[in-house]
């Protein structure tokens, strides 16, 4: 795509390795963006629906999401493995808990220094403002 010219978004989603994998999860997501090197990147944050297969997984202690803590933390990690010069960077989606956005690489310790801060401080989005 990118040697026809063609502009590249990729969007991934945060929370999806539980509480079991987000080390893994965070690197290897960070790895296959790196290798990908899109244009865009975009952050969303898991959540889930009623009814459906993960809801299941929660409800029977077979998934345990993560805590907006956690949530930082997974995306600090994988934040630090991302090396994709010139990508546009947004985690601004109402599903973060922590609003981000800069282009990779320049942006990146401002991003960083933005979720230590809320790691630090607590600052994270309401839950109810994550579904407007």
């Excluded at 079991?20 to 952050?43: C, F, M, Q, R």
């Excluded at 546009?88 to 282009?103: C, P």
Aim: charged share 25%.
């Amino acid at each position: 795509l990118k040697d026809s010219g063609l502009l590249l978004s990729v969007t991934v989603i945060s929370g999806l390795g539980g509480k079991e994998n987000w080390e893994e999860h965070a690197k290897e997501t960070a790895s296959a963006v790196n290798k990908i090197n899109p244009d865009y990147l975009g952050l969303l944050t898991l959540m889930i629906e009623p009814g459906t297969e993960l809801w299941n997984q929660v409800e029977s202690g077979e998934f345990a999401i993560l805590t907006p803590y956690e949530i930082a933390q997974e995306t600090l990690l994988m934040l630090e493995h991302l090396d994709c010069h010139g990508c546009v960077f947004r985690s601004n989606h109402a599903s973060n808990y922590v609003s981000l956005k800069g282009t990779l690489n320049q942006d990146k310790e401002e991003m960083i220094k933005t979720l230590e801060n809320a790691l630090n401080d607590g600052d994270f989005k309401e839950e109810w403002m994550r579904r407007l």
